[in-house]
């Protein structure tokens, strides 16, 4: 089992910074994790990815090159680091813990097993 608690959600104007936070908890060796996000209306999607082995990365094309996740092994923590962030990163995003051991970053949502309870990120225009 694995606990996921994220934070650093918040209210940001366009162009801002936020950076996320996910606290993992249980058995978190080797495992990969991710966050997804879900606007109101709007499905579920990837957003960034981070493998056991935290040299592989791997992000959705509307966040490449402003959005940058990392790693801290020791703390068990993931983060999300997020510029240049537009009204349309408007979404409640979710850590996730993969279900099985992934040496590389995951992109597949069933893919994931443990889900944290989401942090609200609002860009304002």
């Known amino acids: 089992q694995v606990q996921l608690v994220e934070s650093g959600g918040g209210l940001v104007q366009a162009g801002g910074s936020l950076r996320l936070s996910c606290a993992a908890s249980g058995r978190t060796f080797s495992v990969g994790m991710g966050w997804f996000r879900q606007a109101p209306g709007k499905e579920h999607e990837f957003v960034a990815a981070?493998?056991?082995?935290?040299?592989?990365?791997g992000y959705a094309d509307s966040v490449k090159g402003r959005f940058t996740i990392s790693r801290d092994k020791a703390k068990n923590t993931v983060y999300l680091q997020m510029n240049s962030l537009k009204p349309e990163d408007t979404a409640v995003y979710y850590c996730g813990a993969s279900s099985r051991p992934k040496v590389l970053a995951e992109y597949r949502a069933d893919e994931y097993a443990y889900w944290g309870q989401g942090t609200q990120v609002t860009v304002s225009s």
């Open positions: 981070i493998g056991w082995s935290t040299s592989s990365t």
